[in-house]
């Protein structure tokens, strides 16, 4: 592809990725190898900023060797820069070198104390070195400053969930959802782990929040199934009236009827026999009904 990618389209293309804040490691590298590199000149004042993501992107990548280049022409044209700095402890830490990039990130905020990136990469230092608690500990710190930070929220959350801490998890999503009502993964997930919890309590709250994704998202094919299920165990469960069990016989099978549409739209009839979905639902639909 790069072969034929011209030097314009492949300055564009860099622009795109970084006005869009997406990332795509091995092309940038490749256009950079391809493309750019042996006529960098033009890119005039824009190359700095080609340079930072290029560098960052190498460092994705393990070539160091670039890496290495770029924040040596970054160094060498911006020698105090904080940000410079900040790509010095990224190849640290690509490295493996934990203790260099720590003092790096620690040099960095005695100049400028609410740097949040060299911050946020002293987190991602312990998380590599499997330091979760420790990764717990400085993320709760770091979100005291910046608590409308809904990555480092969602990042906490994660954190939690691997150490199976679903009511810390829980509360995380619940700011999530507070600083964020429309976004449907939020509900989602904060729907699964209520769910993953169990209890009519919980579950009741997981249906709700699963039936409140689908409506912000109504191709949220996995809110739709996370609701089938949880409607499924609230209608089954002991300790609920025999009215709410029959409501949420009423939502299961229409979470059943909205599955079922989807796949059908989307998947072949050969590809519906292989996956067996809508058999499944089927047999569970009726033990529920006949129980």
Same mark, same amino acid.
């Given at each position: 592809m790069t072969q034929q990618v011209s030097f314009d389209e492949a300055r564009t293309i860099l622009k795109k990725f970084r006005d869009e804040q997406t990332r795509d490691s091995d092309l940038v590298v490749s256009l950079w190898d391809s493309v750019l590199a042996d006529s960098c000149h033009r890119l005039g004042d824009e190359l700095w900023l080609v340079y930072e993501q290029v560098c960052s992107s190498a460092l994705d990548c393990q070539r160091f060797d670039l890496a290495e280049l770029c924040i040596s022409s970054l160094e060498h044209k911006f020698a105090k820069s904080i940000r410079v700095r900040r790509l010095h402890g990224m190849l640290y830490e690509a490295r493996g070198e934990y203790i260099k990039a720590e003092e790096e990130y620690k040099s960095i905020l005695e100049k400028d104390e609410t740097n949040m990136y060299a911050r946020k990469r002293q987190v991602a230092i312990m998380k590599a070195q499997n330091k979760i608690p420790e990764a717990i500990s400085k993320l709760n710190e770091y979100l005291k400053s910046f608590m409308t930070d809904y990555e480092a929220w969602n990042e906490l959350c994660d954190l939690y969930l691997s150490q199976h801490d679903y009511n810390n998890a829980a509360f995380c999503l619940e700011e999530l959802i507070m600083s964020n009502p429309h976004n449907h993964l939020f509900h989602q997930k904060y729907a699964e782990i209520r769910y993953t919890q169990g209890g009519n309590e919980n579950m009741d709250l997981a249906r709700s929040y699963f039936a409140q994704a689908v409506k912000l998202n109504p191709n949220n094919l996995?809110?739709?199934?996370?609701?089938?299920?949880?409607?499924? *165990?609230?209608? $089954?469960?002991?300790?609920?009236?025999?009215?709410?069990?029959?409501?949420? !016989? /009423?939502?299961?099978?229409?979470?059943?009827?909205?599955?079922?549409?989807?796949?059908? *739209?989307?998947? $072949?009839?050969?590809?519906?026999?292989?996956?067996?979905?809508?058999?499944? !639902? /089927?047999?569970?639909?009726?033990?529920?009904?006949?129980?």
């Open positions: 996995r809110a739709l199934i996370g609701l089938f299920l949880a409607s499924s *165990n609230l209608s $089954g469960s002991a300790g609920i009236m025999a009215k709410d069990k029959k409501l949420n !016989l /009423k939502y299961a099978v229409w979470a059943a009827e909205q599955i079922q549409i989807r796949y059908e *739209n989307q998947e $072949g009839e050969s590809q519906l026999k292989e996956t067996k979905v809508l058999s499944c !639902l /089927k047999k569970l639909l009726e033990s529920l009904q006949t129980s």
